[in-house]
């Protein structure tokens, strides 16, 4: 598995948390709705100055959740040869949400170790001396495969990460117009 990719996964899905967690906090703060409807009760007090902070606050949180997407295409194009002329059946990815695409990818990311530990054990069992000649003529077709069970998690997390960047982009569109206007003087 590619650790890099991983690492990117597990940070962008920190950010979506944190984004969470300030839209919510800006939202109490302000009285914000969705589509940027503003309704407050009289009764209630805002801090649209404690809000300004944590709108910028937010918007480098944003920024920082679309590179983290856009790193993971970048980065499982490393383990995929786009050259090959196969035909790749990618996961049907269309409808799933930020979350529902994280998880995916993490779940990518745990059956790609699980195929990574394997190869690794069969190039161990094939380079021992003492093993038959029959032995390393198994041996040699399961790496094969393992290979290529690796390009195709690589075409995986590529497609999805491709997906991410699209949710994130939703996502600073969605904040734009909900979190991220301008107050009215109070």
């Not at 009760?41 to 949180?61: H, M």
């Not at 993490?106 to 161990?124: H, R």
């Not at 393992?146 to 569109?173: M, N, P, S, T, Y």
Request: glycine content about 4%.
């Amino acid at each position: 598995m590619c650790e890099c990719l991983q690492i990117r996964i597990d940070k962008l899905e920190a950010r979506c948390k944190q984004i969470s967690t300030l839209r919510r906090i800006i939202r109490e703060k302000t009285g914000v709705q969705d589509g940027g409807i503003i309704v407050r009760d009289p009764a209630t007090s805002y801090d649209d100055d404690g809000a300004r902070l944590i709108q910028v606050q937010l918007k480098a949180e944003l920024d920082a959740a679309l590179a983290l997407a856009n790193e993971i295409p970048e980065r499982a194009a490393l383990h995929f040869n786009a050259k090959d002329k196969e035909t790749m059946h990618l996961s049907d990815l269309d409808g799933l949400n930020l979350s529902e695409l994280i998880q995916f990818q993490q779940s990518l990311m745990k059956a790609w170790a699980g195929v990574e530990k394997l190869l690794l054990e069969s190039y161990l069992r094939r380079s021992t001396r003492d093993r038959t000649p029959l032995y390393r003529k198994i041996e040699t077709p399961q790496i094969r495969l393992l290979r290529q069970l690796i390009k195709d998690f690589a075409a995986e997390a590529l497609h999805g990460g491709w997906k991410l960047i699209g949710q994130v982009e939703a996502l600073l569109v969605e904040v734009s117009s909900a979190e991220l206007f301008e107050f009215p003087s109070s």
